[in-house]
């Protein structure tokens, strides 16, 4: 298959992108300068950076001294920490490890040949400090228990506290930097310059604007959108009271086409892909969940069998999943499906074969046992595949619409489609994480009911912990706003009363968001009244 997007080439180690020599290109690059630079608020002269620090040097040290970012090593990544040892990775260490990934590739691209670096100038540019502040703010927004809290945190938002624009982890950790964390200059929010909070939008719309009853087909959405569109999007990166704050920040890049990330965005988007494909099946191996036997015979009957199993319909497939084979045949035709644009069968077929290589037939094939020999094991499989992924890059003037202007060349993105095939197969899929996520998903019912009731009783409302009640004030507040400058983005005639509720449901899960996984367990218990340890943990909520 053709490889559209432009491999780099590392030939100069002291290029930097280049600015257009056009007529009035200086001025327009002054331009485009200042807007990516620009603040939410305009920071007093007391605020600006010192010693030579560039203000994108600034957004990042904000991100890292937050409080939002210190949480995360508390907060699951894919399988919970309690019982698998210290090597697990959590979201702290999956960010640094993004961040680290994230930063070479910028640092590759700045690096590449003239044509690259012109079409990323003309782009907007790639900061590769940006970059990094982005990656390092990317998992800010995400709840406690992994993906399963942010699953049950929109099912719960919507159909219990009448916010239909639900929960999302991009959309909180827009909100957080935007509105949530504080810093001197705001008072809301971190402040982050233009380029950063466009950074950050991996999926850079609402969740109503993609609602509609034409679910249309699946190549032609964005990825990200989902086909059941009367739902609206699956993935998007701000709310309600985001969405104009948005808007704003997306103006700063004009050459971007609508519903596309910035070059920014798409190298922190790739690097989380391969950190997440790579890096997580350290702690899988290390916890002795990926077993040998059982991933190499899906890998094998599947390359064994392919002509015939591509022969069977999809309703056998779907009914007989647990057939070694199948699972990975019906992730081929999802693949091929929505992402006709790069899939190629052969090129999946050499996926299939590399992975079955490096690592079942190499790192799999020996136990961990917790020896020097193993870690040195998992140590060199990890460099090898996060290597040749994030050296496997093209640069896209126009990228299809379910792909960005940084892309995975075919070989490598078709890498990390296995690589994430035996993620879920073989680890999300696992009765004894299912059954444990149920009991997490019980956790976050009870916190919601729970505060949600006392918030609603006008008798104990008052003496609620002061966060809750300050984000109550406060979130009611801009809803307020938005009715008044926005009233579009709002039902028709929306009275005081339904926006009451919409501030008080926002605010309760911005509150439950925040919590790691340990505070979520422990406000349950404070909750049910079953906890031994009132005090202690009462004085952190």
């Known amino acids: 298959m ?184 705001t008072g809301r929010g971190l402040n982050p310059t233009a380029a950063v909070r466009a950074a950050v939008l991996k999926y850079p719309w609402t969740k109503g604007e993609w609602r509609s009853d034409s679910p249309g087909p699946a190549d032609e959405l964005p990825r990200g959108v989902g086909t059941d569109r009367r739902l609206g999007a699956w993935k998007y990166s701000a709310y309600l009271l985001g969405a104009v704050e948005m808007a704003g920040v ?18 922190m988007d790739i690097a989380d892909d391969i950190a997440y494909s790579v890096h997580d099946l350290d702690d899988f191996y290390r916890a002795g969940i990926l077993e040998h036997t059982t991933v190499s015979a899906e890998l094998t009957n599947w390359l064994e069998n392919q002509r015939k199993l591509a022969a069977l319909e999809q309703t056998e497939l779907e009914s007989s999943i647990r057939t070694p084979g199948y699972s990975l045949e019906l992730t081929w035709r999802r693949v091929r499906e929505k992402d006709g644009w790069i899939a190629d069968e052969g090129a999946f077929r050499d996926s299939v074969l590399r992975v079955q290589d490096g690592l079942v037939e190499g790192l799999l094939a020996v136990p961990y046992d917790g020896g020097f020999e193993a870690d040195r094991a998992v140590a060199a499989f990890t460099q090898h595949w996060i290597n040749r992924l994030k050296s496997s890059i093209g640069v896209e003037a126009n990228p299809d619409i379910r792909s960005s202007h940084v892309q995975l060349t075919p070989d490598a993105w078709h ?18 994480l299912r059954i444990y996520q149920r009991g997490q998903a019980k956790v976050l019912e009870s916190l919601v009911d729970g505060f949600h009731e006392w918030l609603i009783d006008p008798n104990d409302a008052p003496v609620m912990p002061r966060r809750l009640t300050d984000s109550v004030e406060a979130t009611t507040q801009s809803y307020f706003e938005l009715r008044e400058d926005s009233p579009q983005l709002l039902p028709a005639g929306i009275n005081d009363p339904a926006l009451i509720d919409l501030g008080r449901g926002r605010a309760l899960i911005d509150y439950i968001a925040s919590f790691t996984d340990a505070q979520a367990m422990s406000a349950a218990a404070l909750l049910s009244g079953t906890s031994e340890r009132l005090w202690e943990t009462g004085r952190s909520l």
């Open 2 to 185: 053709e490889n559209t997007s432009r491999p780099l080439s590392h030939f100069d180690e002291t290029a930097h992108p280049l600015s257009s020599d056009a007529a009035g290109g200086a001025s327009a690059a002054t331009d485009a300068a200042t807007a990516i630079r620009r603040r939410m608020v305009a920071e007093p002269a007391s605020e600006a950076p010192e010693h030579g620090d560039d203000e994108f040097r600034v957004d990042l040290e904000r991100v890292r001294f937050s409080p939002y970012f210190s949480r995360l090593s508390a907060v699951t990544q894919v399988i919970p920490q309690a019982g698998s040892g210290t090597t697990v990775h959590n979201r702290l260490t999956h960010s640094l490890k993004v961040t680290a990934v994230a930063r070479s590739i910028a640092i590759g691209l700045a690096n590449a040949d003239e044509p690259t670096r012109r079409t990323i100038a003309a782009l907007g540019g790639c900061e590769p400090v940006v970059v990094q502040a982005a990656a390092s703010a990317h998992d800010l927004g995400h709840p406690p228990f992994g993906h399963l809290g942010e699953q049950v945190l929109d099912r719960l938002s919507r159909d219990r506290l009448g916010l239909t624009d639900g929960f999302e982890g991009n959309a909180q950790t827009f909100r957080i930097l935007t509105a949530l964390d504080a810093s001197d200059p």
């Open 250 to 267: 997306l103006e700063a890049y004009p050459a971007i086409r609508p519903n596309m990330q910035t070059v920014e965005c798409s190298v």
């Open 415 to 432: 890498d990390v489609v296995v690589l994430k095939f035996v993620h879920s197969r073989f680890v999300l899929d696992r009765p004894e």
